[in-house]
């Protein structure tokens, strides 16, 4: 495949440590290695919308661009301002991007719900083709689109299997919970498990940013004062890549009891380091977790949280068998090459207005 050219369009910084914007950046610079020329725009503003700023930067960047070109908009952007798009659906190949459905964020209102359905659904058919990372996701869109948008699916890729550090004998299992602090996520469903469970022997890093919902952070932060685990529980924020590797390297189960997954790129890492996975089966991780690589509870349920970690903690040989199972379907994962590949053959097929 000769390399191409498109134009990246995302809200805000691409560098933000997310899963979105991490499968962003890895689809660029692969695809940049390759020889593809990618112009990436970072929009300011508030997402997702209505935010004026927001808007007026989105639909300024697709004016300025030269006619025909392919744009490769974020959900997160795109879902929200379906203005600037609809305005040049004509002139532009638009396709969107999205790991997960704006609507399905935890702790929406239902008016707030209703009105990003809305949105979405209206920005979605400005466009020449849906880019998704999850076949969960892409069967919810085709509900929503009509059938001569194409839906392609592209997963995200893989790091390929790396060793785990051995824990020091006698050491309490250490449980990894990687994700932004966001209800969705649900880090206070795993506190209020933990607390349950104090008498056992483990401690537990929760990482990823407490910036993008300071208010549920703070929440947290204060669970864990109340309950008086702050000596067994540590919130260490956005890491580097770096060390995040150094936790997986040190972890002894990996544990997110997320609301919902478009994907969950914080999973796939985490068996390609050979963790046994706890979490739930809210959207797409069930399809993203497999049975024999981790256990699965139903989202929102403390108790059979709380159940399952148990059983996690007091059975190593469970553990075990489940870092094998975990291993074994990391090897099955596509890596960050075989990903790109896909996602240019998707960028290509999109024809021109």
């Known amino acids: 495949m000769n390399p191409g050219v498109f134009h990246l369009v995302v809200p805000g910084s691409l560098k933000q440590c997310t899963g979105g914007y991490i499968y962003d950046r890895r689809i660029r610079d692969t695809l940049r290695e390759r020889g593809w020329m990618i112009e990436v725009h970072e929009l300011p503003g508030r997402f997702p919308g209505p935010d004026p700023e927001a808007e007026a930067a989105f ?5 300025e661009l030269p006619d025909h070109a392919r744009v490769v908009v974020d959900g997160l952007a795109l879902g929200g301002l379906p203005a600037p798009a609809i305005a040049q659906k004509r002139r532009l190949a638009l396709i969107a991007l999205v790991h997960h459905p704006l609507s399905e964020e935890t702790a929406l209102d239902p008016y707030r719900r209703r009105e990003l359905r809305q949105l979405e659904q209206r920005a979605l058919t400005a466009c020449r083709r849906v880019i998704v990372t999850s076949p969960f996701t892409g069967c919810l869109l085709r509900d929503w689109l009509p059938q001569s948008i194409p839906i392609d699916v592209v997963i ?5 299997i790396t060793s785990r550090a051995m824990r020091a004998h006698g050491a309490p299992l250490l449980l ?18 933990l607390d349950r469970l104090r008498a056992l022997d483990w401690e537990c890093v929760v990482a990823g940013s407490t910036q993008r919902d300071p208010d549920f952070a703070a929440r947290v932060q204060k669970m864990i004062a109340q309950r008086g685990l702050a000596d067994r529980v540590r919130v260490l924020g956005e890491c ?24 969950g790129m914080a999973f796939t890492e985490a068996m390609a380091f050979g963790l046994p996975i706890l979490s739930t089966t809210g959207g797409a991780i069930a399809e993203t977790v497999p049975a024999h690589a981790g256990l699965l509870v139903p989202p ?3 108790d059979a949280l709380t159940l399952a970690l148990a059983r996690l903690i007091k059975q190593p040989k469970l553990r075990e068998k489940l870092a094998q199972g975990a291993l074994a379907h990391a090897r099955t994962l596509p890596d960050w090459h075989q990903a790109a590949t896909r996602f240019a053959a998707s960028v290509e097929r999109t024809s021109n207005p």
């Open 240 to 263: 580097s890549s770096e060390d995040l590797e150094m936790l997986y390297r040190s972890g002894s189960l990996f544990v997110l009891p997320s609301w919902y997954e478009g994907y």
């Open 300 to 302: 929102g349920d403390i």
């Open 59 to 63: 639909d300024s960047t697709l004016r």
């Open 156 to 160: 995200p890729g893989n790091r390929g």
């Open 176 to 193: 990894l919970c990687v994700g932004t602090l966001t209800p969705r996520k649900g880090q206070d469903l795993l506190i209020e498990a």
